[in-house]
């Protein structure tokens, strides 16, 4: 009868939670939280996929197929800037730097989220941890002051692995156009990017 039958859908739909709530607490706790990212939105490819270039030539071999994104993801790399454009903008007055603190630190990983890690697989959480600690916090802070006062961006910081996802809903993913890249730098990194990026803004609306 109905009754029995919407018993059996609700014992049915448990055992189905039941079954993934296992699967992911098991996971979680073998800290491989990434294998779980199947079950999002899958995007399957057909394995026959040969992709092409702009020129419609296939890319037959893992090099070609690396250069062909390369020159669709980065075609501007090469390109010179006009760096003459600065000259019209008003020179204000030099004021002393003042070093990154631990508080300025601590309010500005606050509202970050946790991200993929980049090629040193030093997550946020990792980073955030850090900064509870007084000393880590301190060399921190004298990082990446030491970087603004000289001017200089470390190799480690500039440093990506580069992710390539195919659009959703393409009606063709033999063409290079069909993907998109995601470049995944060290946290450590992009925390040194936003303190800066916050005191531009902030000088911006002064």
């Known amino acids: 009868d109905d009754e029995s039958r919407r018993r059996f859908r609700k014992a049915c739909k448990k055992a189905q939670r039941d079954h993934y709530d296992e699967i992911i607490a098991e996971t979680v706790k073998k800290k491989r939280v990434w294998d779980l990212t199947s079950w999002v939105k899958p995007r399957p490819l057909s394995g026959g996929v040969a992709l092409r270039d702009s020129t419609g030539a ?56 946790n991200t993929a890690p980049g090629i040193d697989n030093v997550c946020w959480r990792h980073v955030k941890r850090a900064v509870q600690d007084e000393e880590a916090a301190t060399q921190l802070g004298r990082l990446y002051s030491a970087c603004a006062r000289q001017g200089y961006w470390p190799q480690e910081f500039k440093d990506s692995v580069t992710i390539i996802l195919a659009k959703p809903n393409k009606p063709d993913y033999s063409v290079l156009k069909a993907y998109r890249p995601i470049v995944l730098l060290a946290c450590l990194g992009k925390l040194g990017e936003k303190i800066y990026t916050r005191r531009f803004q902030y000088e911006a609306h002064m």
Do not use: H, K, W
Request: charged share 30%.
């Open 58 to 113: 296939n890319l037959d071999t893992a090099e070609r197929v690396r250069q062909g994104f390369s020159r669709q993801f980065f075609s501007a790399a090469d390109r010179p800037v006009d760096m003459t454009i600065f000259d019209e903008v008003p020179r204000l007055p030099t004021r002393e730097f003042v070093d990154v603190s631990r508080a300025e630190l601590a309010e500005t990983i606050a509202g970050v989220a």
